[in-house]
């Protein structure tokens, strides 16, 4: 087991407001997992990845990664966010892996020039290696962002609504484009999103999680897996009252 | 089912009339907006010696041709670059005091709460107050000399400077904060490589502000008083000649303040900004 989270619980604090993001929750991911969660907005999918990440830290319950809890952000579980100011914009394309890879102490300059060259042919973006990210679409940015994360070569890659502010088609090629380097890889990534589709297409095993706070609906194969039985699952309080949730 | 059939073209790869060409030279000059400038300075020139021959009162107004004539002069015989490496010297000092104070100052504000309170409240206190009306005060306390200059200039750069460079690193997105701690940088590190990049517009804009609030704060404490070490500054410079009447060395001197100043924006910053927040798209 790569990854257990047991009963976890998160909450933070707004300007007037304590939240409960998630109550309880409990999963485990294995090595080469595509463990999605999904869940609609305001479940606490997004808190929920970031205290795996390690930037926040549970109230109640605990996070392991390889049977050691997780205290704070590290270089062995990297993000990539769904905002496209993620990558540093006063560095070149190479120059943003270059420095993932220096930073964070994995390599010295030399291979990690080699490496950074590696993985940016990998998302298809060798002529763009010495642009600056604002020269680049959305689509672009994020596969940077992900051939930053995969050249860290990371124990869990933590993927927030990756997809989430590209056009459609762009985000159905990258879904398609994620695919293919995980068969290459077989990296282990836990992937946060809130569309059904997107959560069935990319995930090997997907969590779900109910709204405000998120508890665990469900832990389902992907594989076969029904969008209109996912979707009952999750809205199923809301059905009553007649409100047709969109996704 | 519509009734209207599908409809396929092929597309032209051949036909258009221009596809790429070179604009022509003239258009090219015009682009360029350092021509631009140089051709207005040119036509200002013109105007002034035009308007002083018709005007016909050195001791108002001297031409434009002679302003030259002095300041080529005073280039010659050393007193001109002597006043202005005095008044760039002491500039310097000041500014570069002013910049380690401001860089102390925001690294407290970014420390702790209270240190944010403590700067946006001495900023909000000191920025307004114009660095010149401390002199007299700086006069008491430091003397006649340099002390009191550099006294006010640290003034004129300080809160200009830090108050950018705060705002600068409350603007750096959470993003980039996160991405920053995500590769295990140190806190050093993560200042340096993170932190003040992405800062880096705010701070800029510090930079310059600051810089034309010390030039124009030396000059004019210069022509109050000089400073007290015997070779005086531009400032000094202006106000002896007019004691003088030489008013076109008065003229020389206004403008050599001037062509700093120019040199300075145009020269300095402006390239910073090329190779960096330009560069990096980050300025809007």
Same mark, same amino acid.
Request: net charge positive.
């Given at each position: ?45 997004? $808190? ?35 905002? @496209? ?101 077989? @990296?282990?990534? #836990? ?8 959560? +069935? ?18 832990? +389902? ?27 | ?62 031409? @434009? ?35 380690? #104070? ?9 420390? $702790? ?12 206190? !000191? ?23 550099? @006294? ?5 750069? #300080? ?36 932190? +003040? ?20 704060? #030396? ?27 030489? +008013? ?11 062509? !700093? ?24």
């Amino acid at each position: 087991m790569l990854l257990a989270v047991e009963g976890v619980t998160l909450r933070y604090r707004t300007k007037d407001h304590l939240v409960t993001a998630t109550y309880r929750v409990s999963f485990n991911v294995l090595r080469s997992d595509r463990f999605v969660i999904l869940g609609p907005s305001g479940c606490g999918k997004s $808190t929920l990845l970031k205290a795996v990440g390690g930037y926040l830290s549970p109230v109640e319950g605990r996070i392991l990664l390889n049977g050691a809890p997780v205290r704070e952000p590290g270089p062995d579980r990297v993000f990539v966010f769904q905002e @496209f100011d993620q990558l540093l914009p006063w560095k070149t394309v190479t120059e943003n892996i270059v420095f993932a890879l220096t930073a964070s102490g994995k390599l010295a300059r030399r291979e990690a020039e080699e490496r950074a060259l590696h993985f940016i042919r990998k998302v298809k973006l060798a002529e763009f290696r010495h642009s600056y990210p604002h020269v680049l679409s959305g689509g672009m940015k994020q596969r940077v962002a992900i051939a930053r994360a995969l050249a860290m070569e990371p124990e869990i890659l933590l993927m927030d609504e990756p997809f989430a502010a590209l056009d459609a088609l762009t985000r159905s090629q990258m879904q398609e484009e994620l695919l293919q380097l995980w068969e290459e890889t077989r @990296f282990t990534v #836990l992937f946060v999103t809130h569309s059904i589709p997107e959560a +069935i297409r990319v995930g090997s095993r997907i969590l779900l999680l109910s709204a405000h706070p998120g508890q665990v609906k469900a832990e +389902i194969e992907a594989a076969g897996a029904d969008a209109a039985r996912i979707e009952e699952l999750l809205f199923e309080p809301e059905k009553e009252g007649g409100a047709a949730a969109h996704v | 089912m519509s009734e209207r059939p599908d409809v396929y073209h092929s597309i032209s790869t051949t036909t258009f009339d221009i596809v790429e060409k070179p604009l022509s030279r003239w258009r090219k000059v015009a682009d360029h907006a350092a021509a631009r400038k140089i051709a207005l300075l040119a036509g200002l020139a013109v105007v002034w010696e035009l308007y002083a021959r018709w005007l016909a009162n050195p001791l108002v107004l001297p031409r @434009f041709s002679e302003t030259v004539a002095a300041g080529a002069a005073a280039v010659i015989s050393g007193e001109l670059p002597r006043a202005a490496a005095s008044t760039i010297g002491l500039l310097l000092k000041g500014y570069l005091a002013g910049l380690v #104070l401001a860089a102390l100052l925001t690294a407290l504000a970014s420390a $702790t709460r209270i240190g944010a309170d403590f700067l946006e409240t001495l900023t909000a206190m !000191f920025n307004p107050l114009p660095s010149i009306a401390l002199l007299p005060l700086a006069l008491i306390w430091f003397g006649l000399g340099e002390a009191s200059i550099i @006294f006010v200039l640290i003034h004129a750069v #300080l809160w200009a400077v830090a108050l950018n460079a705060h705002a600068g690193f409350r603007s750096v997105s959470p993003t980039l904060r996160m991405v920053g701690q995500n590769y295990g940088l140190s806190r050093a590190g993560y200042i340096a490589r993170i932190l +003040i990049p992405g800062a880096f517009p705010s701070i800029l804009t510090g930079l310059k502000v600051g810089w034309a609030f010390a030039w124009r704060t #030396l000059i004019a404490a210069e022509l109050v008083f000089g400073v007290s070490s015997g070779s005086g500054g531009l400032g000094w410079y202006i106000y002896e000649h007019k004691n003088e009447l030489l +008013i076109p060395s008065v003229f020389a001197g206004l403008l050599t303040v001037i062509l !700093f100043g120019l040199l300075v924006d145009n020269l300095v910053f402006k390239t910073i900004e090329s190779r960096t927040v330009r560069r990096w798209g980050m300025q809007t």
